[in-house]
């Protein structure tokens, strides 16, 4: 099935499901930062490249119709420069700590909120993991910096989706 096809069903039959009573829902999407400048492995905290402002961009344009009521990112250039697009005005960008987070209580915090999360490719599945409490993702490819990852929960019950956005 073609992916533009895929993601469009998605979008719809997220959309329905989220009329029902979204205020009892909670919607987290996963996001890993856009490409980053590699020329130094020294640089441990590099900023986007040409490809990945271009690719930021687009995560803006594909988020376009999303109130996120917050947008988190872990405190590198190239997260924040990913996140920062999809801000809608004035709303604040959120620093969180992949390695001291608690997410029972980011959960508790977002009940009934729809929010972004930009990661890493060694994060994002595993915050995944965590709010989905079992295993199911592994790490993200180095070379990619496409994927999305959609948990809904919704009066207990959990739904969640990984999709490869195409470039």
Known sequence: ???SILILLFFVS???S???DSSSCT???L???AEKVRESVKDKNPH???KGLIRAEKWASFFKNIKFDAVYSTDY???KETAKPILIRNQKLLIYNPSSINYDDFIELNKGKTVLVVGHSNTVPGFANKILNNNIYNNIE???NSNLYFINKCDGKVSFHALYYVN
């Open 1 to 3: 099935m073609n992916k």
């Open 142 to 144: 180095d070379n990619n």
């Open 31 to 33: 996001i890993r930062h």
């Open 48 to 50: 986007l490249n040409s």
């Open 77 to 79: 250039f190239r997260t």
């Open 14 to 16: 997220l959309s329905y």
């Open 27 to 29: 919607s987290i999407y």
């Open 18 to 20: 989220q009329t029902i």
